[in-house]
């Protein structure tokens, strides 16, 4: 710890001042920003996974990498060097073929006498209201649902196929 008279004489200032209270509380943002964000703030799950879409879109950038965890006695892979627990990069290249776990599925398009099966479905696997369902059916194609398990996005294709639903894991 560091103590202000010590400073002073080290710096030899007569009259320094630290602060030793919680650090000032940031300016509030202007109107603008505010209702910026109560405007967002009323979107449903729905419209923010499109307006995430349209800014993406809009401001050309590219999917955010997905991060991984570190866990304890995992340690850092060196490029061109060898990762702790002896790995060496031919062993580096055999993990980075492993098989994907995540999925995302895309609704492409649906048969037009089951669509309102495939909305009652769309629903049951996104927990969507009726209108937003029925907004992204109609929307095809769209994204269902991203970062899905193997196991869960196939019994999903399987339901959505057996109501007349065209859909792709991504």
């Known amino acids: 710890m560091i103590r202000p008279n010590a400073v002073r004489r080290l ?3 007569r009259c320094l001042s630290i602060a030793t209270s919680a650090p000032p509380t940031p300016p509030p943002p202007p109107p603008h ?3 910026i964000v109560d405007e967002l703030s009323k979107l449903t799950l729905l419209e ?3 307006l995430t879409d349209v800014l993406r879109e809009k401001l050309k950038v590219e999917e955010m990498p997905v991060m991984a965890m570190m866990m304890p006695g ?3 892979a060196v490029p061109g060097g060898a990762a702790k627990g002896g790995a060496t ?3 580096m290249k055999e993990e980075e073929v492993k098989e994907k776990t995540a999925f995302d599925l895309k609704l492409e398009s649906f048969d037009a006498a089951g669509k309102i099966k495939v909305i009652k479905e769309v ?5 969507l209201g009726l209108k937003e369902a029925k907004d992204l059916v109609e929307g095809a194609p ?3 649902k ?3 398990t193997k196991e869960e996005a196939e019994k999903i294709v399987a339901k959505l196929k057996e109501v007349g639903a065209k859909i792709v894991m991504e």
């Open 74 to 76: 995992m340690g850092f």
């Open 146 to 148: 991203k970062g899905v």
């Open 33 to 35: 920003v505010s209702s």
């Open 123 to 127: 629903r049951a696997v996104t927990d």
């Open 11 to 13: 710096l030899g200032l």
């Open 48 to 50: 923010v996974s499109y």
């Open 89 to 91: 990069g031919a062993g």
């Open 142 to 144: 769209a994204v269902l």
